[in-house]
């Protein structure tokens, strides 16, 4: 660490204690601990008063249950902002979590959500999504024997995680990953 830590704006929002102590050690922000997967009415209020007042950043772990548990937030609270660290980046002889990764990691990746690239949107039910999964097979993301190894590459690149194809699809049309930067992110690749 270079000797202060950024000071955030908006909450950060994690599952436990010790993932509470990572971001204290990376960050200056106000951390809402949820204490697992069941989230108190008046855990759900904070939230949403956080993200009207100063914007709220979700930062769980990187598997199937820290997944469930940002889908069950942004369902329930809108606005919210993601960070992501791959799992490779939270992972000890001791488990996967938050509270395994680096802080600078951890650091990394709020800083990428509170610039807004992150920024959950709803896309709108008329509109068409800006991705299909026309997409991810055309760029081997899908229906290829390399296709998950593709899509931790692709996620970790644009900052928006690991996921099947299906949830990998909904990342990109959720988090507004624009064609830009998604055509520019596979360049990278596969080159």
Excluded at 20 to 25: A, L, S, T
Excluded at 27 to 49: F, K, N, P, W, Y
Excluded at 90 to 109: C, K, Q, W
Aim: positive net charge; charged residues 35%; proline residues 4%.
């Amino acid at each position: 660490m270079t000797g202060s830590r950024p000071k955030l704006r908006e909450v950060v929002v994690v599952e436990g204690l010790h993932d509470k102590q990572r971001v204290d050690e990376a960050v200056d922000a106000e951390v809402l601990v949820l204490g697992g997967g069941r989230v108190s009415r008046r855990t759900l209020d904070l939230l949403r008063r956080a993200v009207a007042v100063r914007g709220a950043i979700v930062l769980t772990d990187p598997d199937g249950a820290g997944e469930r548990i940002r889908r069950r937030l942004d369902q329930l609270v809108p606005g919210l902002r993601h960070a992501y660290l791959r799992k490779g980046r939270a992972v000890s002889s001791r488990g996967v979590g938050i509270e395994h990764a680096s802080a600078e990691d951890v650091r990394l990746a709020l800083l990428a959500a509170q610039s807004g690239e992150l920024a959950a949107s709803d896309t709108g039910r008329d509109e068409p999504p800006p991705f299909t999964l026309d997409d991810l097979a055309r760029h081997r993301l899908a229906h290829h024997p390399d296709a998950a190894r593709r899509r931790e590459k692709l996620g970790e690149r644009l900052g928006i995680g690991y996921g099947n194809a299906k949830a990998f699809l909904h990342k990109l049309n959720a988090y507004r990953v624009t064609r830009e930067a998604f055509e520019e992110a596979v360049r990278r690749l596969d080159g």
